[in-house]
C-alpha cells in the first residue's frame, strides 16, 4: 500500500513546495489546451474561406486568370456588405446598439483582410492552375483533404 497522492485541495499549506508544484502543472495543462485549441481553429478558418472560393467559383471559367482572380477576391471581401447594412439600418430606426459586437467583428475583418490583400497578399487557393481549379471544384469541404489545396498570396494589381 503506497502513500496517497497529494492534491490542491489536501495539500497543507498555500506556500509549500508541494503546492506550487502541483499549481505549475495544473498551469502547464491549461496552456497546452489553450494552445492546442488555438491551433485546431486555423484550418477552421482557412477552410471556410476556400469553402466560400469553391461555392463562388464560375463553373463556365476554365481556367482564371490574375484580372478574375482579383475580382473574385474583391467579392470575397465585400462578402459582409449585405450584413453590415443591415446592422446600420438597425442602428439609424432604433438609436440602440444591440448588435455592435458583431458591427466591430465585421469591420475588424473587412480591415484586417483589406490591409492584408493591399500589402502582404491575401491567402487564395491557386485557382489560377487548371488542375488546382478542378480539384476546388470537387473538393467536398473536408478538412483532412485541405493540405492538397495549394495556397497562394495573391496581391492586389492596382496598388498606388
Sequence with gaps: MGKPKTTILNANHPNSRKTKQLIKTKHKIAFRDKKKYVNL?????????????????DNTIEQYT??????????????????????????KDKGNRRFASREDVIRHTIERERE?????????????????????????????????????????LNRI
Excluded at 69 to 91: C, T
Excluded at 116 to 145: C, F, H, M
Design 116 to 156: 492584408e490583400y493591399n500589402t502582404a497578399g491575401i491567402e487564395v487557393p491557386n485557382i489560377l492552375e487548371a488542375s488546382q481549379l478542378l480539384y476546388l471544384r470537387t473538393w467536398d469541404g473536408d478538412i483532412k483533404y485541405l493540405p492538397n489545396i495549394k495556397i497562394i498570396r495573391f496581391r492586389c
Design 66 to 91: 490574375q484580372d478574375t482572380l482579383s475580382l473574385l477576391i474583391e467579392k470575397y471581401l465585400s462578402r459582409f456588405d449585405h450584413e453590415a447594412s443591415i446592422i446600420k439600418a438597425r442602428h
Design 41 to 57: 481553429a486555423k484550418p477552421s478558418l482557412l477552410c471556410e474561406k476556400l469553402i466560400w472560393f469553391r461555392d463562388n467559383i
